[in-house]
């Protein structure tokens, strides 16, 4: 009879975790430095890219305006006492447009994307692993990386960011509505508050920047998952699990660090 194995104690188990994110992190280095290689020598499938561009874009955009709405009615709600405690109704549009574009539209546009894009990116690479779709590319003398991979990089990359712009947009008409509805605020005093020069193109750029920075870890992290499937259709279930799990805590991480290095 086999003797149970002993439990692994903390200290093992941390170890192992360690060194799982390390070969994650490195694995997904190296993809970005063999994806960077492709795109400067323009070694990709333009048709891949807009496909995807249309795949991941086009059909993402319900979501967001839908998220966006709500994200700017929300942040009018949370503002709502303080306005109406100070009367400082035309500050509203500063208030809530301060917030949504800094930090909430782009995060929110970000995980929304991530659960719809990512984890299809991750299950359809995974899949193409499992039934030996990689292999049969590379048998055909085609490069997985420039006819795969780069172009949906590129397409996520452009997908959110464009996103988050639309999401800014509409997160501002959702608040400006919202305010009106809750608070009397003329949707023209909310966007005076916006304009009024306490809201510059500085705060705009800084969740555009971030939605480039989120993007490209969504791309590497859904690629690198994908791509290293294990264990038939089991490994992709778990598989698109991780890059859910990996592409959220990235998108995190590095918004306080972005935000704290531009600010």
Wanted: proline content about 3%; aromatic content about 8%.
């Amino acid at each position: 009879m086999k003797a149970a194995q002993p439990e692994p104690s903390i200290a093992e188990q941390a170890g192992a975790n360690l060194l799982e994110i390390a070969f994650t992190v490195g694995g997904m280095g190296i993809l970005a430095g063999k994806i960077f290689s492709r795109i400067v020598t323009l070694r990709i499938d333009g048709g891949e890219v807009m496909r995807n561009l249309y795949k991941m874009g086009v059909k993402s955009l319900p979501i967001v305006v839908v998220t966006a709405l709500f994200t700017g009615a929300i942040m009018v709600i949370q503002a709502a006492p303080l306005i109406e405690r100070f009367g400082a109704y035309g500050l509203l549009g500063w208030g809530a447009g301060f917030g949504t574009l800094r930090e909430i539209a782009p995060l929110l546009t970000a995980l929304m994307i991530n659960g719809r894009v990512g984890a299809n990116n991750t299950a359809e690479l995974g899949t193409m692993v499992v039934t030996e779709q990689i292999d049969a590319l590379r048998v055909l003398a085609i490069d997985p990386i420039a006819f795969l991979i780069a172009p949906r990089c590129i397409a996520m990359i452009v997908t959110l960011f464009v996103s988050t712009i639309f999401a800014d947009a509409l997160a501002l008409l959702g608040a400006a509505y919202a305010g009106q509805g809750l608070l009397g605020v003329a949707p023209e005093v909310f966007y005076n508050g916006v304009t009024s020069g306490l809201l510059g193109i500085g705060d705009v750029m800084n969740g555009l920047v971030k939605s480039v920075v989120f993007g490209i870890v969504m791309a590497l992290a859904s690629c690198q998952y994908g791509l290293g499937v294990k264990g038939g259709a089991p490994g992709v279930g778990r598989a698109v699990n991780a890059t859910v799990v990996a592409s959220a805590a990235g998108i995190f991480i590095l918004d306080y660090l972005v935000s704290f290095s531009l600010d």
